[in-house]
C-alpha cells in the first residue's frame, strides 16, 4: 500500500483523466482498472438491495396506512417527522464517531455493518403488522384496548421506528464510504450508475408489483427484509478502506468529551456562511420534494387512477430518469455537480407550477407525474457527487450528517403542515376524491426559493476557486 508521499499530488486527483499508467487513487488506497471495476461491482451490488428497501418499502407506506385507517396528518407524521426527528438526534452522533474512528475494519464499515440486521428484522416485522396489530387488540380486551385500526398503527410505528434507525444511520454514512473509496475524477460516474441500479429497482416494482401491495405485501416485505440483510452485509465485508490519519484531539471542555464533541460539531458545521447556505439549499429543496413523494399516491386515487396504472406511470417516470443519469453523471464530472444541481432546480420548479394550473384529471396527473418526476431525478443525480465535490474530506460525513439534519427539520415542519392542511381543506370530502392539487403548488414556491440559495452557494463557490482550483474551506 502506497504512503501519502507516494500518492500523487492532490489536483491531479480533481483531473477528468487517470493518472499515468491507468492508476486511480483515493487517499491510501491504488486501483488498476480491474480493481476499479471489482469496487464498483461490490458497491454497486450492496447498493442495488439497499435501493430495493427504498424503492420497496417507503412507497408503499402511505398506501399501507391509509389501508389500516391512518388519516394524511398520520402518514405526515409517521413518514415525515419521525424520520426527520431520528435524524436529528442519530445522525450527529454516528457521523461525528465515524470521522474519529480508527479500527481494523475502516471507520465507516463497523457503522454500515452492525444496524443491518435490525433494519432487515424490522422489515419482517412491518410484513406482519396487521396481525400483530390484531393480537394486540384482542389480548388487551375489548373494554380497555384502542380500536383495531388504532392497534395496527401503533405496533407500525414500532417497527417503522426500528427501520428508520438503522436507515438513519446506512444514509448518513453510505455517501461518506463512497466518498472515501471512490476515486474522485470518476466519482460522477459512479453515482450516475447508482442511480440506475436504485432507478432499476424501482421500475422493476412500479411496474410489476406496485398494483398488488395491498393484497401481497407481507410476502414482499419479508423477501426484501431478508435480501437486503444477506447482500448488504456481504458488500461491507468485502469493500476494504484505506488508512487515515490520526483524527484531531479532543479538547478539553468543563461538561466532557461530550460537551467537546458538541461544541466541536456545531463549530465545524454551523459557523461557516458558505456551508449554512449549502445546507438551506438541500432543506427546501427537500421540503419541496415532501408533499409531492408523501401524497400522489392519494392524488393518483382522487382522480380516479388504480394503483397498477400509477405503477406503470411510475415505471415510465423512473425509467426516463435511469436513462438520462449515465449522461448526467457524466455532465457532472465534465462541468461540475454545482451547475447540474442549478439546472435541475429550474427545470423542477417550472414543471411544478405548471402541474399546478393544469393537472385536473387522471390524464393530465400521469403527465406531471411523469415530467415533475423526471425532473426531481435530475436533482438526485446532480446533487448525489455534489457534497463530495464540495465539503471538506475528512470530515465529511459529519458535515453530510448536517445537511441531513436541515433535510429533517425542513421535513419535520412540512408533512405534518402539509398533512393537516389537507385534511381540513378536505373535510367534508370522502377520501376517494380529495383535491390533492395544491401540493404542486408548495412544489414550486419552495423549489424556486432552493435555487435562489444555490444561486447564491454558485457564486460563494466561485470565489473559493471554481472548478479548477476550489479548495473546501476549514
Known sequence: MPTADELPPADTLNDATPPAGKLWHAGTLTYTKSGLVML???LLGGDFTWQLRDRFIIPTMPLLLR????????????????????????????????????????RRIPFLLIPTPFAAAAMVGLAFTPVIGRWLHEGMGSPNSPSRSACIIFVFAFFWTIFELGAVTCNTLHGALINDVVPRPVIGRFFGLFRVLSLGAGIFFSYF?????????????IGIGLLYGICFSIMCLTVKEGDYPPPPPTRKHPLGPLGAAVETYVRDCFTKPYYLWFFLSFMLAHMAFTPVNLFSIYYAQSVGMDMTT????????????????????????????????????LMYAASTLLAFFL???????????????T????????????????????????????????????????????????????????????????????????VTLSLIVTLV??????????PKHYDAPE
Not at 94 to 105: I, K
Not at 321 to 329: C, E, W, Y
Not at 403 to 424: C, E, F, K, N
Open 67 to 106: 389501508k389500516f385507517g391512518g388519516s394524511d396528518f398520520i402518514t405526515g407524521l409517521l413518514m415525515g417527522t419521525l424520520p426527520a426527528a431520528l435524524g436529528i438526534l442519530l445522525a450527529p452522533v454516528v457521523s461525528y464517531r465515524s470521522d474519529r474512528h480508527r479500527g481494523r475494519f475502516g
Open 310 to 345: 400509477y405503477g406503470k406511470y411510475s415505471a415510465i417516470q423512473l425509467l426516463c430518469s435511469m436513462i438520462q443519469a449515465p449522461f448526467l453523471g457524466w455532465l457532472a464530472d465534465k462541468f461540475h455537480p454545482l451547475r447540474m444541481t442549478l439546472f435541475a432546480l
Open 375 to 446: 425532473c426531481s431525478g435530475i436533482w438526485l443525480t446532480a446533487t448525489a457527487p455534489l457534497g463530495p465535490a464540495l465539503l471538506p474530506k475528512m470530515r465529511f460525513a459529519t458535515f453530510m450528517s448536517a445537511t441531513g439534519i436541515s433535510i429533517a427539520i425542513g421535513s419535520m415542519i412540512t408533512a405534518p403542515i402539509v398533512g393537516r392542511w389537507l385534511d381540513y381543506v378536505n373535510r367534508h370530502q370522502p377520501p376517494g376524491s380529495r383535491d390533492y392539487h395544491y401540493i404542486y403548488l408548495w412544489a414550486s414556491g419552495f
Open 457 to 466: 452557494v454558485y457564486k460563494k463557490f466561485m470565489n473559493y476557486g471554481g
Open 359 to 373: 393537472v385536473r384529471d387522471a390524464r393530465t396527473f400521469a403527465a406531471a407525474h411523469v415530467i415533475c418526476g
Open 209 to 221: 408489483f406496485f398494483g398488488k401491495v395491498e393484497a401481497h405485501f407481507m410476502a414482499m416485505f
Open 40 to 42: 464498483f461491482v461490490f
